[in-house]
């Protein structure tokens, strides 16, 4: 049984919680939040403490907080010599205080409270600096019942990056399609088959074999229209050129 205390009370932290709660060899020892009212309403299940004096011994101690406190907080950590991760896919390993042995459980998947994550589907990016560590984070990985994959900070980085291409700005896309549906009325609901279908694809297409649209059979008159729509908005018409632009030049296609 691997014993895990948790180290921050935010979207990751709440679902790794949950995650290693149902976990067959995993007990969460303990939870700590600089403020308890975060954490409160888990206290019926698990210890919970705002004094970093008071951590219990663990297997593995989990920073579960944002970028720019891991540092700190790792040097704040009233021992050494145990393992102690932290979940980000930008920070480096070697941000970890050294008086610790460092590691990295990144699991490279979007976060919000309140919706329910399987993380049978949610890939578990490790790395570590001392050798004997990864088998204890393989197995705590394995114990949420999703795929791992061993990465250096250098491939992190890149995934952390990419995933922001394809998670957030895409969804930065999608809230931009829902308020050009609202300006005429037309129901966005009715795209989300499309959205689903474009996912899809990328199970058994590359994303350049999977590309569609006017940009890519250089459709000109169509791209004309569509700019001329967007003409009182020009934000988004900005957007909509540079997409067009980088598909044309990913395509071989001539610009407009």
Same mark, same amino acid.
């Given at each position: 049984?691997?014993?895990v205390?948790?180290?921050g ?21 303990q939870w ?5 009212d975060?954490?409160l ?17 663990a297997d593995v101690? &989990?920073?579960?907080? *944002?970028?720019d406190?891991?540092? #700190? /907080?790792?040097?704040? $950590?009233?021992?050494?010599?145990r393992? @102690?991760v ?17 590691g ?9 409270k ?14 570590? &600096?001392?050798?004997? *560590?990864?088998?204890?984070l393989k #197995? /705590?990985a394995?114990? $949420?019942?999703g795929?791992?994959?061993? @990465? ?18 895409t969804?930065?896309?999608y809230?931009i ?17 499309l ?11 590359s ?40 598909i ?9």
């Amino acid at each position: 049984m691997i014993s895990v205390v948790i180290l921050g009370a935010g979207n990751v932290a709440s679902h790794l919680y949950r995650g290693f709660r149902v976990a067959e060899n995993v007990t969460v020892s303990q939870w700590y939040n600089r403020s308890l009212d975060a954490i409160l309403e888990y206290s019926h299940e698990v210890d919970i403490t705002d004094s970093l004096d008071d951590l219990k011994v663990a297997d593995v101690y &989990i920073l579960a907080v *944002s970028d720019d406190a891991i540092a #700190e /907080l790792s040097e704040r $950590l009233p021992f050494e010599n145990r393992v @102690v991760v932290h979940t980000s896919g930008s920070v480096g390993v070697y941000d970890l205080d050294k008086k610790h042995k460092r590691g990295v459980l990144y699991p490279l998947q979007s976060f919000t409270k309140g919706t329910i994550l399987d993380f049978s589907e949610v890939p578990i990016c490790i790395e570590t &600096i001392h050798k004997k *560590s990864y088998a204890l984070l393989k #197995e /705590l990985a394995v114990s $949420l019942g999703g795929p791992t994959q061993r @990465v250096n900070s250098d491939q992190r980085r890149v995934l952390h990056l990419a995933a922001v291409f394809v998670n957030n700005f895409t969804n930065q896309l999608y809230r931009i399609g829902h308020e050009i549906t609202e300006s005429e009325g037309a129901e966005f609901d009715m795209l989300k088959p499309l959205i689903k279908e474009t996912a899809r694809k990328l199970e058994d297409l590359s994303p350049f074999r999977a590309q569609t649209g006017p940009a890519k059979r250089n459709d000109k008159k169509t791209i004309k229209k569509h700019l001329k729509l967007l003409e009182a908005n020009t934000d988004h018409k900005k957007i909509y050129e540079l997409l067009t632009a980088s598909i044309q030049k990913t395509h071989g296609r001539k610009k407009l």
